[in-house]
């Protein structure tokens, strides 16, 4: 099963997330960011998202349990997918020793339990995706939290991501705050396992249709 980014990134998300931050501060003006406000200074922060959910204790609890369901799902792919394999090569051995019609049938088996390995495949992938999407969600909305904190606090006016800033002082990097405060308020992530409701690798699907 190949690797998805599960838009693993998430790059898209960053516009939006940090629109939303910018509005949480602006609502929310601490005595600080209220006097910057008034003298019409602008105070910006960076923030890199990306280096937060690689190098954070969560972020890489959710990459390693990721993977970990993604190696199983693929060498469980893997035996199935040899062993259709080794079934079709042998039913072309036993063509000539069989009637066309027995053959036929056998031929027809197989297509169907085919069918249904690229079904489960794809179950899989997506059930995958969902809890990527869940754990993925919960890592994001902390670092959104936990940035507004630091963002209100600095009295900061505008969050950048750092992917969008050509040059920057270094004090304007809230990331390593970021970080260590995410590593204190979420030390570990709970990844759900992808449910793959689905008849057994290799299995018939039922036949539709009056009996």
């Known amino acids: ?38 003298s019409g200074a602008m105070t910006i922060i960076i923030v890199d998202i990306q280096q937060a959910q ?31 394999q080794s079934s079709d090569q042998e039913l072309a051995k036993q063509k000539g020793t069989m009637t066309q019609e027995a053959y036929d049938l056998k031929v027809k088996a197989l297509e169907q339990q085919v069918v249904a390995f690229q079904h489960r495949t794809q179950v899989a992938v997506r059930a995958l ?4 999407d869940q754990a ?18 600095s009295g900061a006016t505008l969050v950048l991501p750092k992917q969008q800033v050509v040059l920057h002082e270094p004090r304007m990097d809230v990331t390593a705050q970021v970080i260590e405060r995410l590593n204190k308020k979420l030390p570990t992530l709970n990844f759900p396992a992808p449910q793959v409701e689905e008849a057994p690798l290799g299995a018939v699907p039922p036949k539709s249709g009056k009996k």
């Open 1 to 38: 099963m190949p690797r998805q980014s599960h838009r693993s990134a998430r790059t898209g998300w960053w516009l939006p997330l940090l629109a939303v931050l910018s509005l949480a501060v602006a609502w929310g003006p601490t005595e600080a960011l209220a006097q910057r406000q008034s």
């Open 54 to 84: 690689r190098e954070s204790m969560a972020g890489k609890a959710l990459a390693g349990q990721r993977d970990k369901y993604q190696q199983s799902f693929q060498g469980e792919f893997n035996a199935t997918r040899q062993k259709l």
């Open 129 to 132: 995706e969902k809890s990527t």
């Open 136 to 153: 993925m969600g919960e890592l994001m909305n902390t670092i959104l939290t936990i940035t507004g904190e630091i963002a209100s606090e």
